[in-house]
């Protein structure tokens, strides 16, 4: 059974970067697309980035497009979200998320798959 590990959270302030990391443990079918969900407090969890598991094709919300890049390391199993230039409303629960029966990436960033795995989460926190 495949498990997800997040690290790489914490708290910043206003305009500071962090590096969101995770780990996927356990067999996963190859092909689809890894992604990057988050929820604020009140909100919907909403789709932030997602990379084609061959490396080939990234896709971003329109709210972090230019700040965060997602990336991935088939050699170490690991999905990295890379935040630059943070502002207050990217503070929530970051989620991993795998995604391998999904054929089109692109229609990822909309919503997990029911074949999918979800990392627990992990919480980030931007202060003014």
């Known amino acids: 059974q495949v498990r997800l590990v997040e690290s790489g959270g914490g708290s910043v302030q206003a305009g500071g970067s962090l590096r969101l990391s995770c780990v996927v443990n356990g067999y996963i079918r190859s092909g689809g697309c890894m992604s990057w969900f988050r929820q604020a407090p009140g909100e919907e969890r909403e789709g932030v980035a997602v990379i084609s598991r061959d490396n080939s094709r990234t896709y971003y919300a329109a709210s972090v497009e230019g700040r965060f890049t997602i990336s991935l390391d088939n050699a170490k199993n690991t999905v990295y979200l890379q935040m630059d230039n943070l502002k207050p409303e990217d503070t929530a629960t970051y989620y991993c998320?795998?995604?391998?029966?999904?054929?089109?990436?692109?229609?990822?960033?909309?919503?997990?798959?029911?074949?999918?795995?979800w990392g627990r989460g992990i919480q980030v926190t931007v202060s003014s």
């Open positions: 998320a795998a995604d391998p029966w999904r054929t089109y990436c692109a229609t990822a960033i909309q919503g997990l798959g029911p074949r999918g795995t």
